[in-house]
Every structure is written in structure tokens, then in C-alpha cells.
């Protein structure tokens, strides 16, 4: 079956901590992979995304992910967390070739000022 | 460049009551997509539609669910005789094409609240 599984329902993290969400994904086939973020109010945010190419991928706001085919796993990564990160983070993932995505149940991270 | 527009941004209906959600998608953009979001879920697909087509409807509700994006107008999703497990946030996006490289790019989301 096609799923995405985000291990972290809630995080909490102090700022300028160091920070990593995990996301798997289980899906036959060539795949996008993205990480959307919903801050407090507001709608979905392209975050970053795979396509193909380099597996390590940068996106906005220092946040960065890393495609590892053999883990079928995209984990987010940021070096050095702000309070302004405070948001839920969507993992998701779509057939090379199809139309719809398929979301994690997303993770709530909290940043403690 | 406005982005992707949804009203209302918030619903309330009775149980057995309808509810029509609207989405504009981005200028431009001819492809939209809907999603709904239970509480302490992830979005789940729902309907994929160009103009005045449906092209995948595998993620509908068999029964009192539509849409339609007609040739004028935005994109509508109907839910008839609404109960309360239909409850939800529904987001809509939009891309220029289909698949492939194309990013989709999320509206504010519709919560509706059936009473």
C-alpha cells in the first residue's frame, strides 16, 4: 500500500537546537518526495522537494532533507532551530508520473523561546 | 500573483444541511486538486480535476460527494446532506500541468463544522 509514516507525532526543542523529523514512505515505483509546512494559521508551504538528482536537498529557511532510496526514508534536518519554526511539518509523497500526494499524518514541533 | 484562493475560510452547518466549498486556483493554473484533512490526520486525496473534467475521483466519498471546475468559474466541492464525521479542513491546490515536475501549491483550506 502507499503510506507515509511520520514518526514524530510531537517534538519540543529549545531554541538553537539541532533538529531532524523522520519520514518513510512506501510506494513501488519512481517517486517525488516533499516536506510542506503549516505555520500556526496559515496554509501549506513547499518546504522543499525531491525530484531527482542530488539526494540532499535544500530548501527555504535553512531547512535541508536527504533521500536515502535504500531506507525509502526523507528525513528533515536544520542545523540550528528558530522560535519562528514553530509549525506542523508535512512529509509526502507522489508517483513520478501520477497526480495525487500522499501526506503523512504530519508532526507538530514546538520551539520553547 | 495571488496564490490560491479557498472561501469560505470557515463553515458551519447543520447535520443534513449541504456545504459547497470554492476554490480559485492560481492564474494560469489549470489542473486542481482537493484534500481533506481529519482532525489528528494527515491530508488525504480526494479529487483531481481540469477544466470541465474529472480525472481522478479515486479518494471521493461514493455518496453525497462532487465537485466540478467548470470553464469559467472557480473549482466547487459539494458535500449533500452533511453529518457530523464530514467535519474536516478541506484544501484545495492547483498546478499548471499534470504530474512530471509540477509542484502543487496549497490554498488556505475551508474548516468546516457540521453541528
Known amino acids: 500500500a502507499q503510506s507515509v509514516s511520520q514518526h514524530n507525532h510531537h517534538v519540543i526543542l529549545s531554541e538553537a537546537a539541532s533538529l531532524e523529523l523522520g519520514c518513510n514512505y512506501s510506494y513501488g515505483g519512481t517517486v517525488n518526495l516533499f516536506w510542506y509546512v503549516q505555520y500556526p494559521g496559515q496554509h501549506l508551504q513547499l518546504l522543499l522537494k525531491y525530484f531527482s538528482g542530488d539526494p540532499l536537498v535544500k530548501g527555504i529557511k535553512g531547512f535541508e532533507a536527504e533521500f536515502i532510496k535504500s531506507k525509502f526514508s526523507f528525513n528533515l534536518r536544520k542545523p540550528s532551530v528558530q522560535w519562528s519554526d514553530t509549525a506542523e511539518y508535512f512529509c509526502a509523497v507522489r508517483g513520478s508520473s501520477a497526480s495525487k500526494i500522499i501526506f503523512g499524518s504530519g508532526t507538530r514541533l514546538s520551539i520553547r523561546p | 500573483n495571488a496564490g490560491v484562493m479557498q472561501n469560505p475560510r470557515h463553515l458551519v452547518r447543520r447535520r443534513g444541511q449541504e456545504a459547497r466549498l470554492r476554490c480559485s486556483p492560481m492564474k494560469g493554473h489549470s489542473h486542481v486538486y482537493w484534500y481533506r484533512q481529519l482532525p489528528e490526520e494527515g491530508l488525504k486525496f480526494m479529487v483531481y480535476?481540469?477544466?470541465?473534467?474529472?480525472?481522478?475521483e479515486s479518494g471521493m466519498p461514493k455518496e453525497r460527494f462532487s465537485a466540478e471546475f467548470p470553464k469559467e468559474g472557480p473549482s466547487i466541492l459539494r458535500i449533500q446532506q452533511v453529518v457530523r464525521g464530514d467535519s474536516a479542513a478541506y484544501f484545495c491546490a492547483s498546478s499548471p500541468r499534470q504530474g512530471g515536475q509540477e509542484t502543487q501549491y496549497f490554498g488556505p483550506g475551508t474548516r468546516l463544522l457540521v453541528l
Open positions: 480535476l481540469q477544466k470541465e473534467n474529472i480525472i481522478d
